[in-house]
């Protein structure tokens, strides 16, 4: 046998039909997995497009928190594999802070009024408006949650916002509004609330785009707002209009760390009770939580354009996998992601605030929490004993 042409006979990786190429890509489910084999080569990155069209719904990343003085990747958990993913940031967004993710891009922010989205499998970033200024310094941004993609030019984005003097443990709930943007704004707009008898002297807490167009808010109150998008037809300015408010039955007790979630198509309403270990300042202190309840919210819309409610409380998520945190809540079912834990509610810290301030306190009541046994578990990742950053729940898009 003459060996030399059998070594000629094997083509190099770099070589592979274009065909055969497409067909590997496509047999690829997972969004990381793609990146890295696009990544093998120039060959196949040129080949290969950046974006593909064929992936399914990810599964969240826990992004794990890193060391931001030292040039080293940013870590990903995968709990479905059971494996992590590294990823190298841009050394511009070295020394910032992560205030969630939304739509698989995180919220950048630092002790300037500045915002950014920067999508860390992409490598892509886009400037939100600043935050404005005021007598007391610029406000403080706790959560932001996105219509759509940032990469559509149509997106919207509503941001819960506070003086930052009063962002500080359960005392910036006193103090938190809602404000929007638009693709290509230069500033964001304030809600226009309704008179103060309707509840509006109190703080909101989450807000979600219900069903993609419907926007409804908590407050912590226990109130419910529901708004509608009016105007933003041609070159007209939109504006959220708040239309109605919603109280819950006496027989519904709720705390003030509310979360609204979108699971098959419902309106879930989740409270979570945290219990105050310590509390030297506000500032320094350590806390867990204890527990959560779930609801589900029936709105029913009348003839006369107003909307009615029924509550029922929910003992079981059945399938779904609920995910809170920083970022807008979401929920999973186990018929996409064989081989997870349905019925659990998978949640990261979201009291923690301190290092902005120069406070003490750990971002790591982290964990799960099983809906049938009422039980608080660790996650297989288990990021509680790192003294940092609390981690965070980001959704891999190519988008």
């Not at 928190?65 to 990903?76: A, R, S």
């Not at 997106?155 to 359960?170: L, Y």
Request: proline share 7%.
């Amino acid at each position: 046998m003459n060996t030399h042409t059998g070594m000629a006979s094997i083509q190099k990786w770099s070589e592979l039909p274009g065909e055969l190429l497409d067909k590997i890509a496509k047999s690829l489910h997972l969004y990381p997995d793609y990146i890295r084999f696009r990544a093998v080569c120039v060959s196949w990155e040129s080949s290969l497009p950046k974006t593909p069209n064929h992936l399914p719904r990810q599964f969240p990343l826990l992004m794990l928190p890193y060391d931001q003085e030292n040039d080293k990747p940013c870590v990903f958990f995968s709990l479905n594999e059971n494996k992590s993913y590294s990823l190298n940031f841009p050394l511009e967004f070295h020394n910032k802070f992560f205030r969630g993710a939304c739509h698989g891009w995180l919220v950048i922010v630092d002790k300037t009024p500045s915002i950014s989205l920067f999508n860390p499998f992409t490598n892509t970033h886009i400037e939100l408006p600043p935050l404005s200024l005021n007598s007391k310094g610029f406000e403080c941004l706790y959560k932001i949650v996105l219509s759509s993609s940032p990469n559509s030019s149509d997106f919207m984005a509503i941001a819960i916002i506070g003086d930052r003097k009063r962002f500080q443990f359960f005392g910036w709930r006193d103090r938190m509004k809602l404000a929007f943007c638009r693709y290509g704004d230069n500033r964001w707009s304030s809600l226009k609330e309704m008179p103060r008898s309707t509840g509006n002297e109190s703080s909101y807490i989450d807000v979600i785009f219900y069903k993609k167009q419907q926007i409804v808010a908590a407050k912590s109150n226990g109130l419910f707002v529901i708004m509608d998008i009016i105007g933003g037809h041609g070159n007209s300015i939109p504006e959220i209009k708040v239309m109605q408010t919603l109280q819950p039955p006496d027989s519904v007790c709720l705390d003030h760390n509310l979360y609204l979630v979108e699971s098959n198509d419902e309106l879930l309403i989740v409270n979570r009770s945290v219990e105050v270990l310590s509390f030297d300042n506000c500032r320094d202190y350590d806390y867990k939580t204890t527990g959560f309840s779930v609801y589900k919210l029936d709105l029913i819309k009348n003839s006369s354009g107003s909307y009615s409610c029924k509550w029922s409380e929910m003992k079981s998520l059945g399938d779904q996998m609920v995910f809170l945190g920083l970022d807008p809540s979401s929920s999973f079912s186990t018929s996409e992601f064989p081989g997870c834990k349905g019925n659990c509610i998978y949640f990261t810290d979201d009291l923690w605030d301190s290092q902005l301030e120069g406070g003490s306190s750990r971002g790591s009541d982290v964990g799960l929490f099983d809906m049938s046994e009422q039980k608080i578990k660790p996650l297989h990742c288990d990021p509680r004993e790192l003294n940092c950053l609390p981690p965070i729940w980001i959704t891999p898009t190519p988008l």
